[in-house]
């Protein structure tokens, strides 16, 4: 399947989260966070903002490695979700819902993970698990 977009850009704002994520997790590696957060929004059903991030920092990252071995399955995951919330916003494209579920989707793990209840990975896992269509 073909990729969303070329390359995962990220705001500062995700970064700072992100970093404070990697501090209370463990977890070391940017793309696992970032796929964790992309699902956790996916699985809230909240509608995306499709709002344009014009302003970006220095993290990115190519569709392959924020994907790993799921390209497919998290392309898929995407596209379905858009065609859903595309509905009452006809001019979402996919790569606006999926970089707007993503951006939600860190903050959502901050606000749940690092605000709320610092505790290790399970938190996120059965977040995520739970609630996942």
Excluded at 9 to 20: G, M, N, P, V, Y
Excluded at 68 to 75: F, S, T, Y
Excluded at 98 to 121: C, Q, R, Y
Aim: charged share 20%; with cysteine.
């Amino acid at each position: 399947m073909k990729p969303l977009v070329e390359t995962v850009r990220l705001t500062s704002c995700a970064r700072e989260k992100l970093i404070q994520l990697k501090k209370v997790t463990g977890i070391e590696h940017w793309n696992s966070l970032c796929r964790w957060g992309f699902c956790f929004a996916v699985a809230s059903r909240l509608k995306p903002t499709g709002e344009e991030f014009s302003e970006r920092c220095n993290i990115e990252m190519s569709w392959n490695t924020f994907t790993g071995e799921w390209g497919d399955v998290l392309a898929g995951v995407a596209l379905a979700g858009w065609q859903t919330a595309r509905e009452g916003s006809p001019e979402l494209t996919p790569a606006n819902y999926f970089n707007s579920m993503l951006e939600m989707g860190i903050a959502m793990l901050h606000k749940t993970v690092v605000e709320k209840d610092p505790s290790t990975i399970d938190t996120i896992v059965s977040l995520v698990v739970s609630d996942f269509p």
